[in-house]
Nanobody, 116 residues
């Protein structure tokens, strides 16, 4: 059974930092590209960052380039999103996403609120 469990969300002031984590299980993690998406109230879900399964180029939404960093630890079956210089516009539910054999699987999401 595929499971993706996010953690690390919370309330932070503008300019602050958070690190999101996603614990994966139930599939061959090393074979799967992993991504973080987010969905703000009233908006469509959007890709934030993507990291390939092993080697390759990570990709980021233009809105987070230079501020967010996606990484993975294949031994621990974890994927991370380090978020720095957070802005009010980064407020959203953040979802972990795995592409497994061409089929996507989602975590339950973690709320990130950036507010003073």
């Amino acid at each position: 059974q595929v499971q993706l469990v996010e953690s690390g969300g919370g309330l932070v002031q503008p300019g602050g930092s958070l690190r999101l984590s996603c614990a994966a299980s139930g599939f061959t993690f090393t074979n799967s590209p992993m991504s973080w998406y987010r969905q703000a109230p009233g908006k469509e879900r959007e890709l934030v960052a993507r990291i390939p399964s092993t080697f390759g180029i990570t990709t980021y939404a233009d809105s987070v380039k230079g501020r967010f960093t996606i990484s993975r630890n294949n031994a621990k079956k974890m994927v991370y999103l380090q978020m720095n210089s957070l802005k009010v516009d980064d407020t959203a539910v953040y979802y972990c996403y795995a592409l497994i054999g061409g089929i996507g699987s989602w975590g339950q999401g973690t709320q990130v609120t950036v507010s003073s």
